[in-house]
């Protein structure tokens, strides 16, 4: 293991200080004086690895350029004016940076509230995240911290019901949702989707490794489950309640088939949905722009909240098939 | 199973007998009681918004409902419609379950290699910034897939879109086949990706490179220590995302409405589309119909999450 170690240490070093982007020599081995079991690539000699490397930098790059090149070209056309597609030939980038289009937003867009749709949405994700994170964290408590008959059983006969393919109870969750008067509401949004049994699963996961002695502990001092929960186990779960309330969010924000189902008024919708009704302006000369603002304004929060909490998306990934990051 | 029944039964003897002393009451109900206010929110919106519609999901395919009255038995009549062949539900059933099938037959092994193949070129010990190159393909599937839909039809649209322009093309894509199965698919790939890449990224960096120094000395190259060492040693991670990519790919619905609308001529229509359509379109609903097409499909992902369970165990188990 130690050894797996120093071999690390000793590939990165010179890498680090090779010249932007190109690394310094990969197989220090390589080099002379290292021993030739440090070899890392399997059966390929230094040169072939070499061109193996810059094979994969090439492929690598060439798909980063692909993968980023619908998000860059929908953010250019946002900045392009109306006339520029009437009147100039194809370019990537606008002959002249305009902000007219998102200006555009603040008025509807062909008669669609595109900034209404974008409030909604962050009320319905907002709300959804934080209420799951309540109902998930004191639910995970009950199946975690505390010992009644039957809970392992009640616990796994959720979780085995909850993996019942969602499509087949979509017409009676519309059903039920209609007959609690929330269609067109937010509420319809935000509710349903609290009845998942994933996350309760992911923080009983979390909970196990909290030693029980510190409830004890607490116990004796005469703390009750209430000050326990609010006092010991809730600030120590706060990284996976923070996985739980991004996952939240972002599932939230792009969800698609259910908002189609449960919004008719223009005005309830949330971005992703009304979007929907937005796209046929493609073909429009005068308002492709806009078109791409709104896109571009249905991108902007998760999108943000990658960025900010980058480390907790890619962890928990690393962590949800058993395997730690 | 059989202790809880003897403690409840336990319990309402007891209670029978101290009715009024809460502190007389069994251990079995009293722990009931003292974690019944961190379960019970959930309990209850879990039997509304999860129980309930399983079940009553599976009755109304039994039914002839139009959302507005209430759903009437009519037995086995749904499912003998759809499989019918004089009957036009069938053929739109058959379209839409063979759409979903081709999109999947194709789609999964894609949205397994692709991030297999990246994780491994990241995996390179002397490669540099493989966290931004993992970020670049993670993101779009943050992006909403409507919102991505968009983008990706403006990069294929015909007039306005750098595709056609730098081929030198007139392709209308979207409307034309295996156009429009291609935009598809790359808009699934470039979207969906990103959690795979991240699982095979973690698990393979989780192989000791002690197993890769063996096969190296017994003259394994590059692709038969994949192979031999990569491989089996992810077998977990692979099966979790096999499952988890299948059953999502049977749901797929936006991609087809946002970029093609079905079309052309019903080639993307899927079954999801089609439940939409009959439970909730512009006609009369006919829920009925969409539920025993929905109650279908989910047999059918059902019983796959099942045979790639038992193919994979048997296969690694042995």
């Given at each position: 293991m130690s050894d797996t170690a120093v071999i690390e240490t000793d590939q990165r070093a010179p890498g680090r200080g090779g010249a932007d982007g190109v690394p310094g020599h990969p197989f220090p081995g390589a080099q002379g004086g290292g021993r030739g079991r440090r070899r890392r690539i399997p059966?390929?000699?230094?040169?072939?690895?070499r061109i193996a490397l810059i094979i994969t930098y090439v492929v690598l790059a060439a798909?980063?350029?692909?993968?980023?090149?619908?998000?860059?070209?929908?953010?250019?056309?946002?900045?392009?004016?109306?006339?520029?597609?009437?009147?100039?030939?194809?370019?990537?980038?606008?002959?002249?940076?305009?902000?007219?289009?998102?200006?555009?937003?603040?008025?509807?867009?062909?008669?669609?509230?595109?900034?209404?749709?974008?409030?909604?949405?962050?009320?319905?994700?907002?709300?959804h995240a934080t209420l799951t994170v309540v109902v998930v964290s004191i639910a995970g408590y009950g199946y975690s911290r505390l010992d009644f008959p039957g809970k392992d059983t009640l616990f796994f006969t959720l979780l085995?019901?909850?993996?019942?393919?969602?499509?087949?109870?979509?017409?009676?969750?519309?059903?039920?949702?209609?007959?609690?008067?929330w269609v067109n509401s937010p509420w319809a949004m935000i509710v349903p989707g609290l009845a998942g049994v994933a996350s309760i699963f992911l923080v009983r996961a979390f909970m196990a490794g909290i030693p029980k002695e510190m409830d004890d502990a607490a116990r004796i001092d005469g703390a009750g489950d209430f000050q326990i929960f609010f006092r010991i186990v809730l600030p120590l779960i706060r990284p996976i309640l923070i996985v739980i309330f991004?996952?939240?969010?972002?599932?939230?924000?792009?969800?698609?088939?259910?908002?189609?189902?449960?919004?008719?008024?223009?005005?309830?919708?949330?971005?992703?949905?009304?979007?929907?009704?937005?796209?046929?302006?493609?073909?429009?000369?005068?308002?492709?722009?806009?078109?791409?603002?709104?896109a571009v304004l249905a991108m902007i929060p998760t999108l943000v909240l990658f960025l900010v909490a980058q480390k907790y998306f890619v962890s928990s990934l690393s962590m949800s098939s058993g395997i730690k990051g | 199973m059989s202790t809880s029944t003897t403690a409840r039964r336990e319990a309402r003897t007891r209670t029978r007998r101290a009715p009024s002393s809460s502190r007389r009451l069994p251990q079995g109900l009293r722990a009931w009681l003292r974690a019944l206010p961190f379960m019970g929110p959930h309990l209850?919106?879990?039997?509304?918004?999860?129980?309930?519609?399983?079940?009553?999901?599976?009755?109304?395919?039994?039914?002839?409902?139009?959302?507005?009255g209430d759903p009437e038995f009519i037995g086995l009549d749904n499912f003998r419609v759809l499989f019918d062949t004089d009957h036009a539900f069938h053929r739109i059933f058959i379209n839409g379950l063979w759409n979903t099938i081709l999109f999947v037959i194709i789609g999964v092994p894609l949205l397994i290699?692709?991030?297999?193949?990246?994780?491994?070129?990241?995996?390179?010990?002397?490669?540099?910034?493989?966290?931004?190159?993992?970020?670049?393909?993670?993101?779009?599937?943050?992006?909403?897939?409507?919102?991505?839909?968009?983008?990706?039809?403006?990069?294929?649209?015909?007039?306005?879109?750098?595709?056609?322009?730098?081929?030198?093309?007139?392709?209308?894509?979207?409307?034309?086949?295996?156009?429009?199965?291609?935009?598809?698919?790359?808009?699934?790939?470039?979207?969906?990706?990103?959690?795979?890449?991240?699982?095979?990224?973690?698990?393979?960096?989780?192989?000791?490179?002690?197993?890769?120094?063996?096969?190296?000395?017994?003259?394994?190259?590059?692709?038969?220590?994949?192979?031999?060492?990569?491989?089996?040693?992810?077998?977990?991670?692979?099966?979790?995302?096999?499952?988890?990519?299948?059953?999502?790919?049977?749901?797929?619905?936006?991609?087809p409405l946002m970029l093609t609308n079905g079309g052309p001529a019903?080639?993307?229509?899927?079954?999801?589309?089609?439940?939409?359509?009959?439970?909730?379109g512009g006609g009369p609903s006919i829920a009925g119909v969409a539920s025993a097409m929905a109650v279908l499909l989910g047999l059918v992902l059902m019983a796959i999450s099942a045979i790639q369970f038992f193919i994979m165990y048997r296969r690694t188990d042995v």
């Open positions: 059966g390929g000699s230094p040169m072939r690895s798909l980063a350029l692909i993968w980023l090149l619908p998000v860059v070209f929908s953010l250019s056309t946002s900045f392009k004016s109306p006339t520029e597609f009437a009147f100039e030939a194809f370019r990537m980038l606008p002959a002249q940076w305009v902000a007219d289009n998102y200006i555009a937003l603040l008025n509807d867009v062909a008669g669609y509230p595109v900034l209404r749709w974008f409030w909604n949405s962050m009320f319905i994700s907002t709300m085995a019901i909850s993996l019942f393919p969602v499509i087949a109870n979509l017409i009676p969750l519309y059903e039920i949702v209609a007959r609690l008067g991004l996952f939240a969010f972002t599932g939230s924000w792009n969800d698609f088939l259910w908002p189609l189902i449960v919004f008719n008024d223009v005005e309830q919708m949330p971005i992703t949905a009304g979007l929907q009704l937005l796209q046929n302006m493609l073909g429009a000369y005068d308002s492709i722009g806009q078109l791409m603002a709104s | 209850v919106l879990f039997a509304v918004f999860g129980l309930i519609p399983a079940v009553f999901g599976i009755y109304v395919a039994f039914t002839q409902w139009n959302l507005v290699g692709v991030p297999l193949v990246l994780a491994v070129l990241l995996s390179r010990k002397d490669l540099r910034a493989a966290n931004v190159f993992q970020g670049i393909f993670f993101v779009p599937g943050l992006i909403s897939v409507s919102a991505g839909a968009i983008a990706w039809n403006l990069v294929f649209n015909r007039e306005f879109g750098p595709v056609n322009h730098y081929l030198g093309t007139d392709i209308s894509f979207t409307t034309t086949q295996p156009w429009a199965w291609g935009t598809i698919f790359v808009l699934t790939i470039w979207a969906g990706i990103g959690g795979n890449l991240i699982i095979y990224r973690s698990a393979i960096s989780a192989v000791p490179q002690e197993l890769y120094e063996v096969a190296s000395i017994d003259g394994a190259g590059a692709a038969r220590s994949f192979i031999n060492v990569t491989l089996p040693s992810i077998r977990l991670p692979l099966l979790y995302t096999t499952v988890m990519t299948t059953t999502a790919s049977f749901n797929v619905f936006a991609q019903d080639s993307t229509t899927v079954l999801m589309m089609e439940v939409r359509d009959l439970a909730f």
